[in-house]
């Protein structure tokens, strides 16, 4: 999609710094993280979040939950929390649904 910044990095229009790429999923470091380690991943398909997803998308849904759960594994996290805003309500700031896989600096508090 024209004006996504998610897309922009997917074709490498702007830069990140990216972690893991495959034919389908891309991951690279958030550039404002709230932890020690913070990664996005993203479909390289731009469905804007998980309000507009439905059965057909319960697939690229779960393979981005495994890969996740293997890139912080890759990234040496004993334990980290995962985030996906929707919508604006949801505290969605781009709108390109995203993977928050964070953690490492310490033990997270129970939200
Ligand atoms: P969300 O509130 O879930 O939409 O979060 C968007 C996230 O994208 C924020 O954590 C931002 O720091 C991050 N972000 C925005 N622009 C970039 C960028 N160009 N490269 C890496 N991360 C970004
Ligand atoms: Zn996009």
Redesign the pocket.
Known sequence: MKDC??CK?INKD?P??IIYEDQEYLA?????P?DKV?I?IIPKIHIENLIECDETHQMMLGKMLLLGSKLANKLGLKGYRT???SGVEG?????HI?F?VYGGSKTLAKI
């Open positions: 910044i998610f990095i702007i990140a710094s690279f470091k958030d550039i404002n709230i913070h996005l985030m996906i805003n505290g969605q700031e781009v709108f995203h928050h």
